[in-house]
């Protein structure tokens, strides 16, 4: 599904460099490493965010497909819920009207399968109508989790999806995250290392004790 080798990204005379990344269809991969080590850049290079000049690779494919032949159509495939996504909530529309969304984009007009989501993660139907601004930070990071899945997408990408949430609401995700491995290929980080350990199948470390892997200022 996704294979790296060679990749170093660039800000200004700030080289990233990565170690090689292989993820297999069904793996649940861990990226953990010291701040500041490229683990957000990672997702910005896989998504298409960042400019030609900004990276360099010796092998880089997303579903098999080198990564300079995938446009916006990648993002049929991908779901990506950024660090403190909670916020990617508009606080204008009501949860329904963010489910809709997510179904009409994908040309779904959906059948149970967001009550059955909410199920999965905890979550109570009676939040379908109401307002980001009333729920909880467990409850909007969950609601995102589910919007995500509810593309059915091949591959989740997930930043920090345990930053600022409580204990319970981590163990709920974690229970969610059980239940799609094997099935949606996930790549993920997060700063707990415990959660990193118990969420993936396997880690790949950027930084070699307190360093960053082989990058240089
Ligand atoms: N747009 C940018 N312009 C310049 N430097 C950037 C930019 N984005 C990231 N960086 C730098 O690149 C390095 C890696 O940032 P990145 O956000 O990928 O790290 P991270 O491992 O995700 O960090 P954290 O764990 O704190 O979220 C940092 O030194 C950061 O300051």
Sequence with gaps: MIEIQGLSIFYGKRRLAYP????????????????????????????????????????????????????MERFEKISYIPQFAQSA?????????????????????????????????????????????????????RIVIALAMLKKPELLFMD???????????????KYIWSIKGTTTILMT???RPFLEKAVDRIVELSEGEKCWKSEM
């Excluded at 149970?112 to 979550?123: D, H, P």
């Excluded at 920090?160 to 974690?174: G, H, K, N, Q």
């Design 20 to 71: 090689d990344i292989s993820v297999k269809k069904g793996e649940a991969v861990g990226i953990a490493g010291k701040s500041g080590c490229g683990k957000t850049s990672l997702f910005s290079f896989l998504l298409g965010e960042l400019p030609d000049s900004a990276f360099s690779y010796e092998r880089a494919e997303l579903l098999g497909r080198d990564l300079s032949l995938w446009g």
């Design 89 to 141: 909530l508009n606080p204008r529309m009501k949860v329904r009207e963010h489910i809709d969304a997510v179904l009409s984009a994908c040309g779904r007009r959906g059948s149970g399968e967001a009550e059955e989501l909410f199920q999965k993660l905890a979550l109570s139907e009676e939040l379908f109508s109401r307002y980001p601004s009333t729920l909880s930070g467990g409850q909007k990071q």
């Design 160 to 174: 920090e999806p345990s930053s600022a949430i409580d204990f319970i609401t981590l163990r709920r995700i974690l």
């Design 190 to 192: 997060a700063h707990q």
